[in-house]
């Protein structure tokens, strides 16, 4: 059953070459989130294509896709919608927000205020959203695609830890080499368009509600008891590290667990591996650490941490 997933991974893989130019790995993280129930936190440059990426995702499982760009004066109302009186009915109607999608894209989540971002905790953790009182389940499936700009860049506000630790990765968008740059120039000259991604032949390969089967087939990939310790010493490490302040937390080593059984699937594997676990250990924690500041003046981030720990623990056979 897992063979079939390795196949459905290697379509996306095409399928998504045919919009975005290299993030391979933010492509895999990306599909391997969407199963897991996971939300991603999409980090890098302007203009490095992460909203392309986003979108092309939607278009990849048909999925509806909705964009909130978030600003220092947006409302959690402008997220999650309202209750608005109506004259003419003498009634109170929900207005649904634009959070009431599929695939959400949050667009420079770390402009908006700390009161508007946490207005997507509930949603995150619950697929739902309390307006006036009322509990209101968003559609299925539901997943958060936020992006942001580096901290250091201007009007941005740093993301509080609880909403961090509700993405299952933090995928770091860098800037293509330069074959891949050339390409994307190449393909801009013979009239790519990125608003309109059905001129480049995206097709979907899946529709949602495939997803459910999907989760079932990843359900059965097995762990093993030294795997399952290896997860928990990870996350023991982090918090006894010398380079950190703060640790992975028990969600962390969960999602690990969640994200790794998934990446075997996709692999074509029933198993999960160590090298599994340590693939993802980067985007799955590097989010929910805070490095000390000592470590930070020795030129460490949270990767290199790992890399160090990782060396340090020993591998299940």
């Known amino acids: 059953m897992t063979e079939s997933l390795q196949g459905l991974m290697q379509s996306l893989r095409e399928q998504a070459a045919r919009v975005v130019v290299g993030q391979d790995e933010a492509i895999e993280l990306l599909a391997i989130a ?83 971002q946490a207005a997507l905790l509930e949603a995150m953790e619950e697929r739902q959203v309390t307006i006036d009182g009322d509990t209101q389940q968003l559609p299925q499936p539901f997943m958060v695609i936020a992006t942001q700009n580096p901290v250091e860049m201007d009007g941005t506000y740093p993301l509080p830890e609880a909403q961090l630790d509700r993405f299952l990765f933090k995928v770091q968008i860098d800037y293509l080499p330069l074959a891949q740059e050339i390409e994307v120039l190449r393909r801009t000259h013979d009239g790519f368009d990125s608003q309109d991604l059905a001129a480049t032949g995206l097709t979907p390969i899946l529709k949602p509600e495939h997803l459910p089967h999907i989760r079932q087939i990843v359900q059965t990939v097995q762990v093993e008891d030294g795997v399952l310790k290896y997860i928990a010493a990870i996350a023991e490490a982090t918090r006894t590290s010398p380079d950190l302040t703060l640790g992975a937390s028990t969600r962390a080593s969960v999602a690990l667990l969640r994200a790794s059984k998934t990446r075997a699937a996709l692999y074509g594997r029933n198993y999960v591996s160590p090298d599994d676990i340590k693939a993802i250990v980067p985007p799955t924690l590097r989010h929910r650490v805070i490095l000390r500041p000592e470590a930070e003046i020795e030129g460490l981030n949270a990767d290199a941490v790992f890399k160090r720990l990782l060396s340090r623990l020993e591998v299940p056979r």
């Open 34 to 116: 969407l199963i897991s129930r996971g939300h991603v936190l999409l980090e890098g440059a302007p203009g490095t294509a992460k909203t392309l990426i986003a979108k092309t995702l939607a278009g990849m499982i048909a999925a509806q896709f909705g964009r909130i760009q978030f600003t220092p004066d947006l409302m959690p109302s402008d997220v999650v919608g309202t209750v608005v009186y109506d004259l003419q009915s003498s009634r109170f109607n929900l207005k649904r927000g634009p959070i009431f999608t599929q695939i959400l894209l949050a667009d420079e989540i770390n402009r908006a205020p700390a009161k508007t």
